[in-house]
Structures are given as C-alpha cells and as structure tokens.
C-alpha cells in the first residue's frame, strides 16, 4: 500500500468518526427541536426512500425474504425509535459511550450467549475497562442522584444497543449484500412505520420551523447514511477492518467533548473517565487481535453506516 492510501484511508476514517460523532450531537439537538421521536424518523424513512428510488431499488426476491423484514424492524425501526426517544433527556455523551461505545462489548456477550465461547484472554482488559465504564456512568444512578428521566433515557439507549448488537450479529451470519440489506431495510421500515406514522402517532411538525424540519430530515437521511457509508467503506479497504474498528472507539469522546461547547453541555470528572474506559477499551480490544468479537464489531460498524439510508 502506499503513503498516499494509507493517508487517504486515515482520512476517511476520521471522517467517518465525525459523521458518527456528528449523528448524535444532531440527534441529541433534534431531541430539543419540538419534533416528536415519530417525526423524526419518519422524516427519515420518507426522505431516504424517495432517495432509494433514484439510487435503485433492492431485488424484488427481497420482499420474499422473511429474514430482511425482521432486520427492518430491529436495526431500523426499533432501534432509532428507542435512540431517538432516548436523546429527550440524556447527554449527547452517553449515546456516544452507550451505542457504538458498548458495541464490542454486547456483541461478545451475544456471542458467549449464543455458544460461541468465550473472547480471546488478551481481550480481557479492553471489555473490564469498558464495565468499569459503564459502572462510573450508572453510579449516579445507583446513588440515587440522577433524574428518574435519566434512568428511562439510559435504559432506552441499553435497549438500543442490544438490538443493534443483535442486528449486526444476524446481518453478519446471514451475509446479505450491503446494498440489498441498505434498500430494502429502509423500504420495508418505510412502509410498515409510515402508515402507521401518519394515522395514529403523535406529530409535532406544526410546532417547529420548516428550515429545521428540513435540515433534520435531510440531515439523517443522508449525511450518516450514504456519505458516512462511502467513507467508512474506503476507510476499510484502506486499512482493514480490526484498524478502523480501533479508530471508531474515538467516537465517545469525540463525541463528549463536542457536546460541551456545541450544545452546552457538562462534562463532570465522573462521565469524562466513563468515556475514557469506554473508548480505550474498545480500541484495546480492537487493536489485540482479529479474533471473532473484533471482527463482528468491525463489521457492525460497516452494517451501521449502510442501514444510515
């Protein structure tokens, strides 16, 4: 490989990182917009299906496929209508430490749930940092210091996480197509939520500037999804996947240090080494290896950007 690819995957690795990053400081200002959690990813799921009709449509032995619907239903509709709940009434930086944070975390637990063994022992010390982690972020919690809507909100992003790790795992042994998997979960999330979207679920489109409607839709329909897609693919194939595995752990972070001038948020002693153990644990287990663990949360992150749309 040379220099000038090894400098251009570097770069859109980074890039990568800040669209995930940028995701959820826009995700976490959208929570304050007076948009509903349902307008949201509806816009969302309207935008990029308009979107998918210029970019080409999945197979139509797609729609035959048991297993892609139930796909739509965790990686897309269940799992952005809990983030998007979630960000009402927590920080920016606890979806950063507990989504894309938790990920190699979970997706080794689901492994050693589903019998796949244990991960390797040199991995050991990235996933105790990342308990550790998550111990300093609930210990608010468990001191009774936090809010009753913090509960509910980090609860939210724990169930979150757990279907993305479940949709990662299913998505990785199923091998499906990227763009197959990227069309058709949205198209299929697009016409079960829609309809009941525009029926029955609270709305508050009336209540909120055109401009930041427009922005907010554009915004999730696009920018993570097809540029953050492309990026991070081109990060891959530049250098490997366990090395932008490693680069991802940035995200929490990155992620919680934004926070603070962009949206005013605080970041005390006890949530900035939360997001420390988190990231350095991620990378530490990245980084040990190309065991099974490691390569399932490397490629999450691929499935995550490709479901963006």
């Not at 669209?19 to 200002?29: C, D, E, K, P, T």
Request: aromatic letters at 10%.
């Amino acid at each position: 490989m040379t220099s000038l690819s090894l400098r251009q995957g570097y770069l859109a690795a980074f890039a990568a990182v800040a669209i995930w990053s940028g995701f959820m400081l826009v995700a976490r200002a959208g929570g304050h917009s007076g948009l509903t959690p349902y307008d949201v990813l509806g816009l969302r799921l309207a935008i990029a299906s308009l979107l998918l009709c210029f970019l080409g449509l999945p197979p139509r032995a797609s729609w035959r496929d048991g297993r892609l619907w139930l796909l739509a239903l965790i990686g897309c509709i269940g799992f952005c209508l809990l983030c998007y709940s979630a960000v009402q009434w927590v920080p920016a930086a606890h979806v950063a430490l507990l989504i894309p944070g938790l990920q190699p975390f979970l997706m080794a637990l689901l492994l050693v749930l589903g019998g796949q063994g244990w991960p390797p022992a040199r991995q050991w010390p990235g996933y105790g940092l990342m308990a550790l982690g998550v111990g300093l972020l609930a210990l608010p919690l468990l001191q009774g210091l936090a809010a009753t809507q913090q509960w509910l909100g980090d609860g939210l992003l724990l169930a979150a996480s757990l279907l993305w790790a479940l949709y990662g795992m299913l998505a990785r042994r199923w091998q499906l197509p990227a763009w197959q998997l990227t069309a058709f979960v949205t198209l299929a999330s697009a016409v079960l939520y829609l309809p009941v979207y525009l029926l029955w679920l609270p709305k508050g489109l009336g209540q909120v500037p055109l401009g930041t409607v427009v922005g907010l839709g554009i915004f999730h329909a696009v920018v993570p999804a097809i540029v953050g897609m492309l990026v991070y693919l081109r990060a891959v194939n530049a250098l490997g996947a366990a090395r932008m595995s490693a680069l991802m752990a940035l995200i929490p972070v990155l992620t919680g240090m934004l926070a603070v001038p962009l949206l005013g948020e605080p970041l005390d002693a006890a949530l900035a080494a939360a997001l420390l153990c988190v990231s350095v644990g991620a990378w530490l287990v990245a980084r040990s290896g190309q065991g099974g663990s490691t390569r399932l949360a490397a490629n999450t992150f691929s499935k995550e950007q490709t479901c963006r749309t």
